[in-house]
């Protein structure tokens, strides 16, 4: 079995920083396909990056690509996602996701994963 759990959402200021946690309690984290999507009120959950198992590379969807930083500490089970320069657009609520058997041409794609978070309210202000 395994649970993911978010934490550190919040309320910013347009062009400030949140950093995203996401613990991961089960098999090693690393053995795992993470990834973060999010989703804002009356659009679809869409990619914001993933972080390939076995730290082989991370991925970012355009819109955040240069801003947001995903990371992994496979010792404490957990995955970062680093938010700087955040903007207005970027306000939705954040899920963390993994997948033991993803392929990558599926890593973009919410379901395909199998398990998820209960997601996190991030919240940018003009």
């Known amino acids: 079995q395994v649970h993911l759990a978010e934490s550190g959402g919040g309320m910013v200021q347009a062009g400030g920083s949140l950093r995203l946690a996401c613990v991961v309690s089960g098999p090693t984290v690393s053995h795992y396909t993470m990834a973060w999507f999010r989703q804002a009120p009356g659009k679809e959950r869409e990619f914001v990056g993933a972080i390939w198992r076995g730290g082989r590379g991370t991925y970012y969807a355009d819109s955040v690509k240069g801003r947001f930083a995903i990371s992994r500490d496979s010792a404490k089970k957990t995955m970062f996602l680093q938010m700087d320069s955040l903007k207005p657009e970027d306000t939705a609520v954040y899920y963390c996701?993994?997948?033991?058997?993803?392929?990558?041409?599926?890593?973009?794609?919410?379901?395909?994963?199998?398990?998820w978070g209960q997601g996190a309210q991030v919240t940018v202000s003009s």
């Open positions: 996701a993994g997948d033991s058997r993803l392929i990558l041409s599926s890593m973009r794609g919410h379901q395909h994963y199998d398990y």
